[in-house]
């Protein structure tokens, strides 16, 4: 597309040589950072963990029969469609009331991560999410269950924002991508261990409680793993600590001179100093336009490719052509290790073939997979969708449930952490990182609340429905996504002014 981006980070690097070669990308990875970053992704643990536990406990017949006799009873009459079988909208507002919370602490967490710093905020996550695990496991009735959720929800918040911009800010420009995905790597690790967790449980009359208290384990790991790790070298700087930022940024570096990075990093935070309006009125400027309309559609197109339905739906399919319980869970398991492998594949080649590539690529993929499995549910089970579909027919579907995993797994899933993450200057970095977020939660609460209704009425036809917006994003991020790679975070400016279509509003004022 007309100099959608490669071009600009290939012009980049000219000038950045010339500029300063530590931030160009110059510097090897030390192990140093790689634990750093490794302990500091596990942030993700947590979102992943409460993703993958609260899908399976929903189903287990003690816990709604403690907390949601009168839904238990509902499905035991029911004598509807495949598809139907599930739609409770009081069970999904159990499930999505943790997404309000963590909306409203993800915009909390603007000013705390610029006033107290990325690691401080981490570390309020996983206290947070811990205090949340350990209330929910307990849980007598609805209001220490809901009250639970709560808390996990405003820790995740916090994490979720903090997280990625401290994975962003720590990595070199080189590698900030591999290491941004570390991020995802752990929301995939949490899911997959929650699903097998789950999957012990689940037959076990105190098993719903096991599953929802082990979450103290993921919080303590991240949160133990906060507290032995320096904050990020901008954010210590942004904040004054200049000699404390030096030593995080030669433990992170290595053996390398730091010094030009350093100046580039004072030099940006008394750029931040300057600008004295609050943050959330900054982002409106015309000039941060093209910045705000990513934070705000790559998280809800990350929705809409409709990687939580196919996640639920998996587990539901299997079920209902009765091949049991395990096997519903032995399908989530599959799902869930395919995405692991193909969020590695990512780690690996984010910086090499860049951002673009993949959105375009995984778009693709995922959207051919919609409409495939939407195809052979409308042949095999029917329009009204009362007729059974065949095991062969099951398998194959969760073979291209598989394929689709793994083009989230090395688009979207990570992309959409890291883009809001590295695309902003470091005064509204916090602020655009926490729309972000609070978008992902918002619009995952509409489409789990709406979901299962949806897939009642629509059948087939959901899976048309998250087809189209694949189609739709494809061709966004083809027109409009800018190429980030190997563009250290102080020169992003760059990117837009080199951008066909968003020049026009970053070019400076006469
Ligand atoms: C998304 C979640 C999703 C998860 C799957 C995350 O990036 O924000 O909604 O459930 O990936 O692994």
Redesign the pocket.
């Known amino acids: 597309m007309v100099g959608c981006g490669n071009d600009s980070s290939r012009s980049y690097s000219h000038n950045s040589s010339s500029r300063s070669n530590s931030t160009s990308g110059s510097v090897e990875i030390t192990v140093a950072m790689v634990i750093t970053c490794i302990i500091a992704a596990s942030g993700g643990l947590i979102?992943?963990y409460d993703?993958g536990i609260s899908g399976g406990v929903t189903t287990m017949v003690p816990f709604l029969r403690k907390f949601f006799p009168s839904i238990l009873k509902k499905a035991g009459d029911a004598e509807t469609n495949m598809y139907c079988v599930y739609d409770s909208q009081v069970l999904t507002l159990f499930t999505s009331s943790l997404y309000l919370a963590g909306l409203a602490s993800s915009l909390v967490a603007s000013p705390v991560t610029a006033r107290l710093g990325r690691k401080f905020t981490m570390l309020l996550g996983g206290c947070t999410f811990l205090l949340g695990g350990a209330i929910n496991g307990g849980a007598e009735n609805i209001a220490m269950l809901i009250g639970g959720r709560l808390l996990l929800g405003i820790g995740i918040g916090f994490a979720n924002q903090a997280t990625p911009v401290y994975l962003s800010e720590m990595a070199p420009a080189k590698w900030r991508g591999a290491f941004n995905t570390g991020f995802?790597f752990f929301?995939?690790v949490g899911?997959l261990v929650a699903n097998c967790i789950n999957f012990g449980t689940a037959k076990q009359s105190w098993g719903w409680r096991l599953s929802l208290g082990l979450a103290v384990v993921p919080a303590a790991v991240m949160t133990l793993g906060t507290l032995v790790i320096l904050d990020t070298p901008s954010s210590l700087v942004e904040r004054g600590k200049l000699e404390q930022a030096k030593r995080s940024l030669q433990k992170a570096r290595g053996n390398a001179d730091i010094e030009s990075e350093l100046g580039e990093l004072i030099k940006a935070s008394q750029v931040a100093k300057e600008a004295t309006d609050e943050p959330f009125v900054t982002i409106l400027e015309r000039r941060y336009r093209p910045h705000l309309i990513m934070a705000i559609l790559i998280?809800f197109f990350?929705?809409v490719t409709g990687?939580?339905i196919i996640?639920f739906y998996a587990p539901v399919l299997f079920q209902s052509v009765g091949l049991g319980h395990d096997s519903a869970l032995i399908a989530a398991i599959i799902l869930g290790i395919v995405?692991l492998g193909s969020i590695l594949i990512s780690t690996f080649i984010v910086d090499r073939f860049g951002r673009r590539f993949l959105f375009l690529e995984g778009g693709v993929q995922m959207f051919i997979c919609q409409v495939a499995v939407a195809a052979i549910l409308a042949v095999t089970t029917g329009v009204s969708g009362t007729e059974r579909i065949s095991k062969g027919n099951a398998i194959l579907v969760l073979v291209l449930m598989c394929i689709y995993a793994a083009g989230?797994?090395w688009s979207?899933?990570?992309l959409?952490?890291l883009i809001p993450s590295e695309i902003f200057p470091l005064k509204i970095r916090p602020t655009g990182q926490s729309i972000s977020v609070a978008v992902?939660f918002i619009i995952?609460f509409i489409l789990s609340q709406t979901f299962l209704s949806m897939l009642c009425h629509f059948k087939f036809g959901a899976f048309l429905f998250y087809a189209a917006w694949l189609a739709m994003m494809t061709i966004f991020a083809a027109l409009f996504v800018p190429e980030t790679k190997n563009i250290p975070l102080d020169s992003m400016d760059t990117i837009w002014k080199q951008h066909w279509y968003w020049q026009r509003f970053v070019k400076e004022q006469p």
Do not use: E, R, S
């Open positions: 979102f992943g993703i995802q929301i995939g899911v998280p990350q929705q990687i939580n996640a995405n989230f797994g979207w899933g990570p959409t952490w992902n995952t």
